[in-house]
């Protein structure tokens, strides 16, 4: 089993629409949680952290589930520019270890006019 | 100011050559990670360096693969022998410390390696 499971999609919306992406961690000590965003051919960036009372970030909202391990990211009023491979990543050592990271293998998002 | 740079950006090369990928962090960051992504794959940790000591070479796929660091900045990834299944986008990333898991890591554009 993999350590972070995304559903690699593609998710293909229309602009305006809100989509909302899942994964799965399996490490049940992890701590620390963050989605990247890929755009293609580009290195990942930090689009934001998970914080355990969820968090928010304009648009863009995530929620962690402790107890079924589960991470997610809703993105409302799609934009073109929204359009990337967003990837899911845990920190299995928490802030108590060193900064590694494990990154699920990414989902595809698609929004169209 | 300068983000993390990688050199080459493109790499090919025939089976069983050595190459060499370099990786520039930003300028004060004390922690450099290695990663790769093969065709559709997540990242793939590899080593990460604190200073100048690597305290986790767990990820690093097998011994053909070795990395260095020295004065604290510049770290190189070295392949011997190559294979083809040693081809993927190589990226580095740095952060200030590696011992705070919300120290952003900065990534930089990656090294595309073909083996042919």
């Known amino acids: 089993r993999k350590e972070v499971e995304q559903d690699p999609g593609p ?39 998970v914080y355990s009372s969820g968090n928010e970030d304009g648009r863009f909202t995530a929620q962690l589930n402790r107890a079924s391990q589960y991470i997610s990211l809703l993105i409302r009023d799609s934009k073109l520019s929204d359009s990337a491979t967003y990837l899911c990543v845990v920190n299995p050592l928490g802030s108590g270890g060193y900064n590694k990271l494990i990154f699920g293998a990414g989902t595809r998002l698609a929004v169209h006019p | 100011g300068a983000g993390v740079s990688q050199s080459p950006s493109n790499k090919v090369t025939e089976k069983g050559k050595d190459v060499e990928l370099r990786c520039d962090p930003i300028s004060g960051h004390t922690a450099l990670y290695w990663y790769r992504q093969s065709l559709g794959q997540g990242l793939e940790f590899l080593i990460y360096f604190q200073g100048n000591s690597a305290p986790d070479k767990s ?25 083809q299944e040693d081809s993927a986008v190589y990226l580095c990333a740095s952060s200030l410390t590696a011992q705070s898991s919300y120290n952003e890591q900065f990534f930089g554009p990656g090294t595309r390696l073909t083996v042919l």
């Open chain 1, 11 to 49: 998710f293909n919306v229309p602009e305006g629409a809100t989509v909302a992406f899942n994964c799965t961690y399996s490490n049940s000590a992890s701590q620390s949680f963050f989605w990247y965003r890929q755009d293609c051919r580009k290195e990942p960036k930090l689009l934001m952290s």
């Open chain 2, 59 to 83: 990820g690093l796929p097998s011994d053909r693969f070795s990395a260095e660091r020295t004065g604290g900045s510049v770290s190189t990834l070295t392949i011997q022998r190559t294979q």
